[in-house]
């Protein structure tokens, strides 16, 4: 690999500085070389070697770049990854990939026609949690899995000021924020859902987005028993529910705790070079999940538990699955048509919220 994918991270906030700057710069063949912060000099400090811009067009208009990594307000999503893309950039778009099913088809049409690499930043697939649930669903412990109970959960009961994540809009509410994790985590392990039904909604006594909501999302195949896969998340949950819960006909799994990747970089951890020998973030045994099996169904009063250590959670696997798209070496671990199937369910979340009912689910004619 003569030359590095060079990339420019558009915003300097919580997304640029701590989900994607450490792990661009850390994956081999790709070079952080640019990073638009309007304002101030954090970016200059954290990241020495890399030239800081404060606007889009310049990075937009450098022939230099090649990948443009959209980590700026959500609203601002779609006409940022279009301008890019009609710059001739590879473009990587922070959750959500879209305010709407339409500008998401949009952007994929426009990447489609100028054979670029189009990615969804979802990230949370790569959290320890969810590949120890893999882990744990392939292996087949569970029997027939009947249930996934997903929580994605914060305390923030009074309203934050002076943040765009609560100043309203389409793509602002807790639905736009967290649903995508919850919502693609599904559709990675089942595929497309027949139904859909949700309860989207603002709980908090003063609050202008809406911060929680419940998604059931019902998997049916044809001649096969369903699996009821719930979506959970609020605003004013001060005591943790488990993150997952999984039931089946052999016992259940059940985890608490998030991914301990976030927090870690907010203390300001950063990961080595991947492929190098240090280890990034192993979870400690306290947080492993717990598997409830009885070895004999006809004796369900005989439970056996054991911890099931958790799988290492690394966000450095998204960027080097971009880096393979684009060198041409491998399909997107997760394809662009990924977050259009996420962002039309989230629109249906509202639709069957608004009407109170169960809705049959439609990809635009691609189920």
């Not at 990675?188 to 859902?193: D, I, K, T």
């Not at 989207?200 to 019902?218: C, G, M, P």
């Amino acid at each position: 690999m003569s030359m590095p994918i060079r990339t420019a991270v558009l915003g300097y906030g919580f997304a640029g500085r701590i989900f994607h700057s450490p792990f661009v710069a850390k994956v081999p063949g790709l070079e952080l070389s640019m990073i638009v912060q309007r304002h101030g000099d954090t970016a200059a400090a954290d990241y020495p070697g890399t030239k800081i811009v404060r606007t889009v067009e310049e990075a937009f208009g450098d022939p230099a770049i090649d990948l443009i990594v959209v980590g700026t307000p959500n609203d601002s999503h779609f006409e940022l990854a279009k301008a890019a893309l009609l710059a001739g950039k590879h473009v990587v778009i922070d959750k959500p990939f879209a305010a709407t099913s339409a500008q998401a088809r949009e952007l994929i049409a426009l990447a489609t026609e100028r054979g670029k690499v189009l990615a969804p930043f979802h990230n949370r697939r790569f959290d320890s949690d969810f590949v120890t649930l893999r882990k744990v669903l392939a292996e087949g412990t569970l029997g027939r899995v009947t249930q996934v109970i997903s929580h994605y959960d914060r305390y923030r009961p009074v309203q934050r000021v002076g943040t765009w994540k609560e100043a309203g809009g389409a793509a602002n509410g807790l639905l736009f924020d967290l649903g995508p994790h919850l919502v693609d985590q599904a559709l990675a392990l089942y595929g497309a859902p027949k139904y859909i039904t949700a309860s989207v909604r603002s709980e908090r006594d003063v609050t202008k987005i809406e911060d929680a909501f419940d998604i059931v999302l019902d998997f049916v195949r044809e001649g096969e028993r369903g699996i009821r896969y719930e979506c959970h998340s609020t605003m004013i949950g001060a005591e943790a529910a488990p993150r997952f819960l999984v039931h089946g006909t052999h016992g259940s799994f059940v985890k608490y705790g998030l991914d301990p990747q976030e927090a870690a970089l907010l203390a300001g951890a950063r990961p080595p070079v991947m492929g190098s020998p240090e280890v990034w973030l192993a979870e400690p045994e306290a947080a492993w999940g717990t598997l409830a099996v009885a070895p004999n169904p006809a004796e369900p009063t005989k439970i056996e538990r054991h911890k099931v250590a958790s799988e290492a959670g690394d966000y450095r696997h998204f960027y080097a699955s971009v880096r393979d798209a684009i060198l041409g070496v491998s399909p997107l671990v997760i394809p662009a048509e990924d977050a259009y199937r996420t962002v039309r369910l989230l629109e249906m979340a509202l639709q069957s919220s608004e009407e109170r009912r169960t809705l049959e689910i439609e990809f635009g004619g691609v189920n």
